[in-house]
């Protein structure tokens, strides 16, 4: 089954990041990566034909014997140097005093013809994208920090982090936007690899793979998503479906994802990192709910405006007077006007000159300034999702003036507020109006949609039918439509609600 997340709104409706993140890690993978395993077992040839994995084994018994540990049959095994470097490799301690010089240190007999050795094998390692742009603690690749996310080491653990990448992604891009999307990406994944190289300084690495950015973006979405609801299109190819989930839902999948991997991929995966990047992701979350972006895990019913790109929220005190005097005079008024909109330009969104603006404009409610000065309000109330202030300026703006000025957005959420306190009348004026200026907005078709289901439910199933067939008529060949089709023929379907 294919879950595609929606957002109805006008901006923001596909995932565009999170499907070029996906491509981009699948491409490198598949172009790149393809002959890691060939890469690394050339460099491991190489150590052995040159001597240095003789010297370095030898080191190693020596290593093992001080600390009076076993020796394991695979060093004396001269048919399986890949197995015995890669017990080398393994061992943190051994390499980090290898490296550091101890073992083998400049006073050695062995130091003239083991150091440019391991120096030509480093850089045979380095040939590997695994390697050089993989994160090891050890080896202090700082780079890797911000390239091990794009980098896997399997089919398996790939496929499964793209296709949580896809569903947690989706939803956050679509909630947050794009750009501050893609910075918690990467920030998540760098803090998961601090994380591992806190945890594990010694470990050789290379940490692969975008668990710990995946991690981290579960974090976020846990904040901003967990208990709500949102929209979703279940798909099976011949048959499609609009439902709505509870953003925990996920939760439980991505947990059991990463214990299969963490049983059967333990190389790969690394708790250290999955811890780091989760808690990242939830701290980052809690900072952007802090700031006000509350209303971006709302609840996306069908029909629901986006918010504003890049909107900053501006809670309004109630203690506050944003009334503008009757006594002023066409001077002051000038000044003070000249005043707000430079404080407006500075800040689009800045809610409290917004309502002055409205406030000084509506001395003169036929003047085009007064229109656009609503307009920029109650867009602005759209994208906070405040229902009873977009009503009631509104209402006070449609009593100032003959014929008001409303923007798409705004006709829409009026007449989704209309339809879920059952005023469906006034519901059908703005969406006809909408429909008349903008056919192609949209939000249309799925508001439609629920105008025809609140007709239903009010018992007026003649205006019912007649929303459910302008949509099969005006949007032919949607999702909706095939929903309206079926709400058109009995028994009614009951998968989508309100």
Not at 324 to 343: F, N, V, Y
Not at 455 to 468: H, S, T
Request: charged residues 20%; glycine residues 8%; aromatic residues 12%.
């Amino acid at each position: 089954m294919l879950i595609i997340p929606l957002s109805e709104g006008p901006q923001r409706r596909f995932p565009f990041i999170t499907l070029l993140l996906i491509l981009l890690n699948i491409g490198i993978f598949i172009y790149f990566q393809h002959s890691e395993q060939q890469r690394y077992m050339q460099a491991v040839s190489w150590a052995r034909s040159s001597g240095l994995l003789e010297i370095e084994a030898q080191v190693y018994q020596e290593y093992l014997q001080r600390r009076h540990e076993g020796i394991p049959e695979v060093l004396q095994d001269s048919r399986k140097p890949a197995a015995a470097f890669q017990l080398l490799i393994q061992d943190d301690q051994f390499q980090s005093a290898l490296r550091q010089q101890i073992l083998i240190p400049p006073a050695d007999p062995r130091f003239a013809d083991w150091a440019p050795k391991r120096k030509t094998f480093e850089e045979k390692l380095d040939q590997s994208l695994a390697f050089r742009f993989g994160y090891s603690p050890a080896r202090k690749n700082y780079l890797g920090i911000t390239t091990y996310s794009f980098l896997h080491d399997g089919i398996i653990p790939l496929v499964g982090n793209m296709l949580f990448l896809w569903f947690v992604g989706s939803w956050i891009e679509i909630g947050i936007g794009r750009i501050l999307y893609l910075g918690i990406y990467l920030m998540t994944g760098a803090f998961a690899a601090l994380a591992f190289g806190f945890v594990e300084p010694l470990n050789q690495g290379p940490l692969l793979g975008a668990s710990g950015a995946l991690a981290g973006l579960m974090g976020t979405y846990l904040v901003i998503y967990c208990g709500r609801k949102n929209s979703v299109l279940c798909s099976l190819g011949f048959c499609s479906r609009h439902s709505t989930v509870f953003g925990w839902f996920l939760f439980p999948f991505w947990i059991s994802k990463e214990i299969y991997l963490l049983a059967n991929f333990p190389e790969m995966q690394n708790l250290a990192a999955l811890a780091g990047g989760l808690l990242a992701g939830i701290f980052i979350g809690l900072i952007f709910q802090t700031q006000g972006g509350r209303q971006v895990g709302r609840t996306v019913d069908l029909g629901t405006p986006a918010k504003t790109k890049g909107t900053r929220f501006h809670l309004l005190p109630k203690q506050q007077n944003l009334e503008i005097p009757d006594s002023l005079t066409d001077k002051e008024a000038a000044k003070l006007r000249k005043k707000i909109r430079e404080e407006i330009k500075k800040d689009p969104h800045n809610i409290n000159m917004l309502i002055r603006l409205f406030q000084l404009e509506k001395r003169s409610p036929q003047s085009g300034e007064f229109h656009k000065a609503a307009s920029k309000l109650l867009c602005q109330y759209v994208s906070l999702d405040n229902e009873q202030e977009l009503q009631a300026y509104f209402q006070e703006y449609d009593q100032l003036c003959d014929a008001p000025r409303l923007h798409p957005s705004v006709m829409l959420a009026l007449a989704k507020i209309h339809t879920r306190s059952g005023k469906t009348s006034q519901a059908a004026r703005f969406l006809l109006l909408l429909m008349k200026q903008r056919p192609l907005y949209p939000g249309i078709p799925s508001s439609l949609f629920t105008l025809g289901c609140a007709y239903r439910d009010q018992g007026k199933e003649k205006r019912a039918e007649k929303c459910f067939q302008l949509i099969c008529k005006q949007y032919p060949q949607t999702i909706i439509s095939q929903q309206a089709e079926e709400m058109l023929t009995p028994p009614y379907s009951i998968a989508v609600r309100r």
